[in-house]
């Protein structure tokens, strides 16, 4: 994930980024395995505090794991 952050070339949404070869192929393969949507107000409590790459995610894929867990995109109220 830190190497996607640094890959990241936002300009008009998650769709508009450099892709980053590992996690392509990785979200090729693996679906979200339960997505649960933020709500606006969450992301917008962590805009401030976390990479604009990592709302992105948020808001593409939600609060979810992939791969059984192989990797979170988690919410933060969970463990704040």
């Known amino acids: 994930l830190f190497a996607y952050t640094q890959s990241l070339n936002?300009?008009?949404?998650?769709?508009?980024?450099?892709?980053?070869?590992?996690?392509?192929?990785?979200?090729?393969?693996?679906?979200?395995?339960?997505?649960?949507?933020?709500?606006?107000?969450?992301?917008s409590r962590y805009a401030d505090h976390v990479p604009t790459e990592i709302t992105d995610l948020w808001r593409q894929y939600g609060f979810t794991t992939f791969n059984r867990g192989q990797l979170r995109l988690i919410n933060p109220d969970t463990y704040a």
């Open 10 to 43: 936002v300009v008009g949404g998650p769709a508009h980024y450099v892709p980053h070869p590992m996690l392509d192929q990785f979200l090729t393969h693996y679906v979200p395995d339960a997505p649960c949507a933020p709500d606006a107000a969450t992301i």
